[in-house]
């Protein structure tokens, strides 16, 4: 079955970084578009970053650009999500995306808390 496991989240000061994965199973790894979500707090769930199957073509939200960078590793069916230059407001749980042809799935997600 069709399994997404993120990690590397955590506690980070303002102005910090961090590196997310989420290892991919139970799929064809390359042939999927990956995403990564947030949900802070009281808000809905939103796209932060998309990367096609081959990792040759990437978007992000206006309020990450610059500073969040999507990746993936086929070989390793692992997609990543560097973020430097970290926010208070990039506070919120983290989930990963696989966008399969008849449905999408999505990981538990893990917390990322920025403060001081």
């Known amino acids: 079955q069709v399994q997404l496991v993120e990690s590397g989240g955590g506690l980070v000061q303002p102005g910090g970084s961090l590196r997310l994965s989420c290892a991919a199973s139970?799929?064809?790894?390359?042939?999927?578009?990956m995403s990564w979500y947030r949900q802070a707090p009281g808000k809905e769930r939103a796209s932060v970053a998309v990367i096609s199957n081959t990792g040759g073509s990437t978007s992000y939200a206006d309020s990450v650009k610059g500073r969040f960078t999507i990746s993936r590793d086929n070989a390793k069916n692992t997609v990543f999500l560097q973020m430097n230059g970290l926010k208070p407001e990039d506070t919120a749980v983290y989930y990963c995306?696989?966008?399969?042809?008849?449905?999408?799935?999505w990981g538990q997600g893990t917390q990322v808390t920025v403060s001081s």
């Open positions: 995306k696989a966008s399969l042809p008849l449905r999408s799935y």
């Open positions: 139970g799929f064809t790894f390359s042939t999927v578009a």
